[in-house]
């Protein structure tokens, strides 16, 4: 083997152990800071449910909504239709939080099955949404999917 | 009508790259005259095409003829002046359409410069790029087709989109990222010329290098301005949020840095030839899959307004670009290998021998080496998300935390390493000099330090980037000042003529200092606004007096303004000393499904050491309560400066060296000599 090639196979293999290393440490660092998007069934159904950072999305349930604007304090229920969880929100909701409309919040699953939150993000239906509060889940469901949050 | 004509030029376009791809090919391969003025006219054809066909389209949107599709689409007869010209990137087709004008100009731009100079490349070259202007002529022919003919045309169309019609930024913000992402199309078939054509001069390397600059420079406004957009509207007061869309657009930026500086390794040294290439060659594929991320709507972000099924196509296309990038790579390297020895042995040049650890070689070593690392994590970080979506069918995102762990180390790294190279010389250095060279430097830092402790900015991270923004400020003002006073005790020159002389000389190196302050500029507003940064939220009632800082502030009312494209609502805000601040919340009455969203416009009072910024969260319906967001940050304008001053370095860099002898003299080849 001459110097040169010597040289070349050092260099190739020093690349590989950096891109290896690199990798193992941008993954498991990855795996810490992933945000998981369910449905509160999802949530709820999940084993690392305790640990992981949730983007729970669903419908507020109408007239489950409290706003206290002294606290700046929020709480409301947030359904897929099938499994319904207490979302605590700290923080004032966006200009177009209401009742019926499908939200995505961001936050831990507490002890008490109380979802905590410091951040409540509107999801934009493509279509105008119904304002009589009746809940057309498959709209939703397709609301969750394919609308846009904007912060 | 004008459907038929767009329809005509985009065809002529498609008609002008196929002939001009396959006639380059030819002039390439068999060096043939005819084939060669075949395949220059055919890319002054293809441009001329797209750039009237975006003319048609321009001039459609203002006639406001909704028989054309793109028209009926966007356009509507209340918009403004302003906005109906820039609705040609409101939408998917449209922005299509755009992107070939571009490309177009870029196409002119590049065969005009090259002109007859370089033959051996130049017909290659062209045989790719327009090889590129296939692809992006077919999508406007056929599905992104914006000229397609409208039987029954409506009498009004739903108008733009209300992000686009809320800020003036959005009428800058997106051409110069299009510039940016098109213009990285011609360093690749320039440097895919060199593979094909199987030979790389230092010569060549100029234009290649020159080609990456100008896209480069784009690309760094379009990012810069994109931060101030997104800081101006969206109301949370922050410039970058690691949002998928805006990871789009750093890719291509990361590699464009890097290649930048490795060129110049591989101009002075020959060494790092074909990692300067791969990573030219990466920033193609990556404004491809910027592209693609920003306009197939693969993510869910503010930015996905135009989900299509445009997606699969690009898709296909990255593929093959990537494929295609790596055969060539493959099979033609060693050719440059071959056509370096024999041209070595000819004219007795030996490559250089290795650099000492001391110099500005290993300074671009590690600098390419930490921009390789901070693309590949941030690439990660991005897609990873798709893929997890794609392959184990699970909706997650990344958070912001994993790409701020390591941005944060890189990026000071990368400030000091900045420093460091444009003070030591190239090859070597003895220690003593090198110390001699950074030791001022090192003293800058310090006083940068113990002012901003003196000051009371203490927190760790704020002061150590304030120190290695002072030692890498010095380091370049440095090299920037120290060649003016040699040349006025040398020749007795006044400040003024020494420094026309001595920076006219070397434009290219005195360019790149100044895109070096630019830089800085933004690190130091990053590391100040993020670290001092208060946010507060305020629940007010008409006439109610709230304390924010030290700034004593009134609600003084809220009421609703009429325009006739939108509502908004205007809250008052009186603050002592400063005046009146009147954050919107806007609704617009057209902009298609978009309609009837609320878009806010915050009221920022900007001085040059702080942002005082007012957003309106909620308004209630009887306007008494009004619930705002107060954030004040401290040297936040500062990373807008970023963008004018490294436009202006990169100018001057890009601005022709005086003598032009050089280019009479045949430069020798580039390539590893000593490699055996």
């Given amino acids: 083997m001459t110097d040169a090639m010597k040289k070349r196979m050092f260099g190739v293999a020093a690349v590989m152990l950096a891109v290896g290393v690199l990798a193992w440490l941008s993954m498991s660092d990855l795996g810490e800071n992933l945000v998981y998007y369910w449905s509160p069934t999802e949530l709820m159904a999940a084993d690392n449910a305790r640990d992981a950072t949730v983007r729970l999305g669903g419908m507020v349930v109408p007239g489950t909504m409290k706003h206290d604007t002294e606290r700046a304090h929020l709480s409301f229920d947030v359904t897929d239709g099938e499994t319904t969880v207490r979302v605590e929100s700290e923080g004032n909701p966006p200009q177009m939080f209401r009742e019926g409309i499908g939200v995505v919040v961001e936050g831990k699953l507490d002890d008490d099955k109380v979802f905590r939150s410091e951040k409540v993000m509107v999801k934009h239906s493509n279509e105008y949404q119904k304002p009589d509060g009746e809940i057309d889940m498959e709209q939703m469901k397709k609301t969750l999917a394919e609308g846009e949050v904007l912060r | ?676």
Avoid at chain 2, 29 to 58: K, P
Avoid at chain 2, 135 to 151: D, K, Q, T
Avoid at chain 2, 376 to 400: C, H, K, N, W
Avoid at chain 2, 638 to 663: D, E, K, M, N, Q
């Fill in chain 2, 1 to 676: 009508m004008i459907s038929m004509l767009g329809r005509g030029l985009v065809l002529a376009a498609l008609f002008f790259a196929a002939t001009g791809c396959f006639a380059g090919f030819w002039a390439g391969s068999r060096r043939n005259q005819r084939a060669w003025e075949w395949a220059r006219n055919s890319a002054y054809g293809f441009s001329a095409s797209m750039i009237l066909a975006n003319l048609a389209m321009v001039y459609a949107l203002l006639v406001r003829d909704f028989s054309v599709s793109y028209v009926a689409e966007v356009g509507s007869t209340t918009t403004p002046l302003w906005l109906t010209i820039v609705s040609l990137w409101a939408s998917l087709n449209g922005s299509i359409l755009f992107w070939g004008g571009i490309l177009g100009v870029y196409t002119a731009l590049t065969v005009y410069s090259l002109g007859d100079r370089y033959r051996e490349y130049t017909p290659w070259a062209l045989h790719v790029l327009m090889g590129i202007s296939i692809f992006f002529a077919f999508l406007v022919a056929s599905i992104a087709n914006p000229f397609a003919p409208i039987a029954n045309p409506p009498l009004e169309g739903p108008g733009p989109n209300p992000l686009l019609q809320n800020h003036w930024l959005m009428a800058v913000h997106p051409p110069m990222l299009y510039l940016g992402y098109v213009g990285m199309s011609v360093p690749f078939s320039l440097i895919c010329a060199a593979l094909l054509a199987g030979r790389l001069e230092a010569g060549w390397m100029v234009p290649v290098r020159r080609w990456m600059l100008v896209p480069w420079m784009f690309l760094s406004i379009g990012i810069v301005l994109g931060g101030w957009w997104s800081y101006a509207v969206l109301g949370w007061g922050g410039a970058w949020a690691w949002d998928p869309v805006e990871n789009a657009s750093f890719h291509p930026w990361l590699t464009g840095t890097a290649f930048i500086h490795s060129a110049m390794v591989l101009q002075r040294k020959g060494k790092l030839r074909d990692w300067t290439l791969v990573l030219g060659m990466s920033t193609f594929l990556l404004t491809l899959l910027g592209t693609f991320m920003t306009r197939s709507g693969v993510f869910n972000s503010v930015h996905s307004f135009t989900q299509s099924d445009i997606g699969p196509v690009f898709l296909a296309f990255i593929a093959i670009v990537f494929v295609y990038s790596i055969v060539l790579l493959a099979l033609r390297s060693h050719v440059l290998d071959e056509e370096a020895r024999l041209t070595d042995a000819r004219l007795g040049h030996r490559g250089s021998s290795l650099a000492s650890v001391l110099s500005r070689d290993t300074a671009i070593l590690l600098q390419n080496a930490a921009f390789g690392a901070f693309t590949f994590m941030v690439l990660l970080g991005t897609v990873y998300p798709l893929l997890a979506e794609a392959l184990q069918d699970r909706r997650i995102s990344v958070g912001e935390p994993y790409f701020d762990r390591f941005a944060l180390p890189l990026g000071l790294m990368l400030v000091f390493l900045m420093g460091i190279g444009p003070s030591l010389p190239w090859g070597r250095s003895a220690p003593e000099t090198a110390m001699k060279r950074l030791v001022p430097s090192l003293a800058v830092g310090t006083l940068f330090a113990v002012v901003a402790l003196v000051t009371g900015y203490n927190k760790p991270m704020t002061v150590l980037a304030l120190f290695l923004v002072g030692f890498a400020l010095w380091g370049n003002l440095f090299e920037f000042i120290e060649p003016v006073t040699q040349r006025m005790r040398a020749r007795k020159e006044g400040p003024g003529v020494a420094a026309i002389k001595v920076w006219g000389k070397a434009r290219r190196r005195f360019g790149g200092h100044i895109a070096h302050y630019g830089v800085l500029c933004a690190v130091f507003g990053l590391a100040m606004s993020k670290g001092y940064r208060h946010e507060q939220e305020l629940n007010l009632n008409t006439g109610e007096v709230a304390q924010f800082l030290d700034y004593e502030i009134t609600f003084a009312g809220a009421r609703d303004d009429s325009e006739t494209h939108r509502i908004s609502s205007v809250a008052r805000f009186e603050v002592a000393g400063l005046g009146a601040f009147e954050p919107k919340v806007n609704t617009y009455t057209s902009g298609g499904r978009m309609a009837g969203q609320p878009i806010f416009t915050p009221a920022v009072h900007s001085t040059p050491t702080y942002d005082l910024y007012f957003s309106i969260l909620q308004i209630s319906q009887d306007k008494t309560n009004v619930i705002v967001r107060l954030i004040y940050e401290p040297y936040q304008v500062w990373v807008w400066f970023a963008a004018p001053i490294i436009a202006l370095g990169t100018l001057i860099a890009l601005l022709p060296p005086r003598s032009s002898r050089a280019s009479s003299v045949k430069p020798a080849p580039v390539g590893e000599g000593s490699r055996s």
